[in-house]
């Protein structure tokens, strides 16, 4: 006997549960496979099909469950991000890109913040394997030190991809920009503009960027026969607070034992830098110059303005988006390989050290 739309509609919300595909199909009269692939937007299906079942999913409240398909298919759609910060500007950036490739194929992103602590982002890498995410992307805390609660990945062949903060020695693919080539030349920079006494504030070297980065500057002086000096170098966590503290140790001496240029390894300790020089009445670029490292949108506003390296982090998401999506369709066949991708970095020299 053939019911109407209204009194199947009635009928379905007398049930008191959750509507589902055969509910959709039995209005429509169409099979809940047919159903299944509209909902997924599948090329075999008919425009004109894929509206009705869209517009008789709405009526009758019907919600796709993400949770139930995964189960059935062994395919969940959705990619796994791990990072140390989201309120970064480099990190954010990268989320965004990363987002945007993965949209293009359909796919969803998880982000989990680990908020610099090993322990959390033990916990996530797990909660995200449970969660049957695809695959992983990762940017390591900078004490991680042990990567193997990464292999639960490795072992089931989901792919995983670290970028930014990637490990020395763990087997994995990555994505990184060119740091030692950074900071080599932001050092070299100041050289050429006279500065012959350049101070270093960096991450803990155990980190691959600010080994990589110090690398590059400690060479750069080198190279004009120049010896590094330990006293003006310094390696912490590359927030406000420690910058300052960096500098109350760089100029606390007589002037002539002042450093005449600060190269640091982030915007964050370049911004309090300037700030501090400019209570103590420095003139920035006469008496001290400074330099950074991401290209952060406030190195452009401040005054002055901060010269800085720009490491395209919308190239890096899109990169490690595109990577991962590659491994997952099978595009890319590496073996027992891993594939390095490096990403070039540019400088972009500002007031904070012209002439």
Known sequence: MHICTNEIIISLMKKGSENTMKDIALELGLSSSTVSRALQDHPHISQETKIKVNEAANRLGYSYNAVAASLRNSKSNTIGLIIPRISKYYQSTVITAIQNKLHEHKYNLMICQSNESPELEKELVNALYASRVEGLIVSSTLNTTDFTHFDVFSRSNR???????????????????????????????????G??????????????????????YTDALKARNLVPDASMAFFHDLTKENALLSCEKLFSGKKDSWPDAVFCCNDTAALAVTSYAKKRKMDIPGQLKVTGYSNDPLTEIITPTITSVEQYPSEVGAQAAGMIMNLIQQKLKPGKNFISVTIAVDLVKRDSTDK
């Open 159 to 193: 792919p995983l991809v670290f970028f930014d903060r990637v490990p020395k020695n763990y087997p994995a693919h990555r994505i990184q920009g060119d740091d030692y080539h950074g900071a080599n030349m932001a050092t070299d920079h100041l050289l050429a503009q």
């Open 195 to 216: 500065c012959r006494k350049i101070a270093f504030i960096g991450g803990p070297l155990f980190c691959n960027l600010y080994r990589e980065r110090y690398e590059g």
